[in-house]
């Protein structure tokens, strides 16, 4: 496994006060909690100080982190710790204690030295109990909530093993993953949760459903919305264009004299379901660089019959 | 069109959630879900809590209250006004990425 440098991760010194600690941990968590910011490594950041508070953070774990040495053993690789690490240090708390980050499989780091000796209470032989509802993200492209997709999914799950000690295990699980699901939805697959306890049922697994950036298609709940860049003369004149959707291409009609930021919109092209969404074209002029004598003539011509004037509505 | 949809498709979708159901989501109780309803971060259909649903819109959003609370320890004012500002900054986003000038 690999070494963390849990005061890195929080951008303190070793010598930080516990207060110093608190409050760097309250910094990132708040900036990088996966409901404040929807960057793609926000999630990440936000359970790495989770980590790295959940140790810092409590005196006897920090302790017994410390005695691990200041400098990460070999680079951090193949990290093992030393063979009487536990001794001495008991870590109360229980694991999953409140104010970590959900359901929270860390890394093997804090699993093998924090967790895995961890015996979990009441949880004895006689005893049933439903196992816990687990919640995850799902990232989706557009094309695959257009279409509707499978998905397998690789969970990190502590689970409990036969002597009672909590493991890390990789789980595969398939979703199916609906036609026409929006950002924002939840699904439910049953019995995916934690296992239950003594013959108890599981928990279920719920997926909230997020997407991907696309360079084209930006989603608004159901509706999509595609910037379509047209010529000057086809603003002009209006007519028939192709564009791309997620459902394969369409024709558009352009109305005459369409301006820039206008608007057009496709009944239903948007995202399907039961409401189905609409696709919105946004219209973007876009003139093409004049190289030849003949198109510079043209431009020559409108310039002489035409007198428009952009700026008349700007003051001197 | 193929007409027979597979009817576990529709099942696995979260939509409407009964008051208890939105406690078990949430791992929460009664009480708490009511401070939601209170401060207006969900609104409930239906009159009286036995005949509460939950629409998909405030199920995300008593998840968000939910995890705001346990991770950064806001209080149900703050969660609301946190939840309202998110909503504006979201939408003033999909704004800019309409006019090619998302952050």
Redesign the interface.
């Known amino acids: 496994m690999d070494y963390k440098d849990y005061y890195k991760a929080l951008g303190v010194d070793r010598t930080a006060t516990q207060d110093e600690i608190k409050k760097a941990y309250?910094k990132l968590?708040?900036k990088y909690?996966?409901?404040?910011n929807?960057d793609q490594d926000a999630d990440a950041k936000?359970k790495e100080a989770?980590e790295a508070f959940a140790v810092l953070g409590d005196a006897e774990k920090r302790a017994a982190y410390d005695a691990l040495g200041a400098e990460p053993p070999r680079g951090g690789q193949g990290f093992r710790p030393p063979p009487d690490w536990e001794q001495g240090y008991q870590f109360s708390d229980p694991p999953h204690g409140?104010?970590g980050?959900?359901d929270a499989a860390f890394s093997d780091f804090f699993e093998n030295l924090f967790r895995s000796g961890a015996r979990a209470e009441g949880r004895t032989s006689g005893m049933r109990a439903a196992g816990q509802?687990q919640?995850a993200r799902v990232t989706l492209d557009i094309g695959d909530a257009f279409n509707?997709t499978s998905r397998v999914l690789t969970m990190r799950v502590p689970e409990m093993d036969d002597a009672g000690r909590m493991m890390l295990k990789d789980r595969n699980v398939s979703?199916?993953i609906?036609?026409g699901?929006r950002e924002?939805?939840?699904?439910?697959?049953?019995g995916k949760g934690s296992p239950g306890i003594g013959g108890g049922p599981a928990g279920d697994l719920?997926l909230?459903v997020a997407f991907a950036p696309h360079p084209t298609y930006?989603i608004?709940g159901r509706d999509i919305?595609v910037?379509l860049p047209v010529t000057p003369w086809e603003a002009a004149l209006g007519g028939k264009v192709t564009m791309p959707t997620p459902g394969g291409e369409v024709g558009i009609t352009i109305p005459e004299n369409a301006r820039t930021g206008q608007k057009l919109r496709l009944k239903g092209r948007g995202l399907p379901g039961k409401l189905a969404g609409d696709l919105y074209a946004?219209l973007k002029i876009v003139n093409p660089p004049t190289t030849t004598q003949a198109g510079q003539a043209l431009y020559e011509q409108m310039a002489k019959e035409m007198s428009f004037d952009p700026r008349k509505s700007m003051e001197a | 069109m193929k007409k027979a949809k597979s009817h576990s498709d529709e099942d696995n979708l979260v939509d409407e959630l009964t008051l208890h159901e939105l406690c078990r989501f949430c791992d929460a109780d009664e009480a708490w879900v009511v401070e939601l309803i209170q401060h207006g971060v969900v609104e409930p259909h239906g009159a009286g809590e036995a005949e509460y649903s939950f629409s998909q819109i405030s199920v995300l959003r008593a998840k968000k209250a939910r995890r705001l609370e346990r991770d950064l320890g806001i209080n149900m004012p703050g969660i609301a006004l946190a939840l309202d500002l998110l909503e504006e900054r979201d939408h003033l986003r999909r704004l800019l990425g309409r006019f090619g000038m998302a952050s």
């Open positions: 309250r968590a708040r909690h996966p409901d404040v929807a936000f989770g409140a104010g980050p959900e509802d919640h509707g979703v199916k609906p036609k699901v924002g939805q939840h699904i439910r697959l049953k719920f909230e930006r608004d919305y910037d946004v």
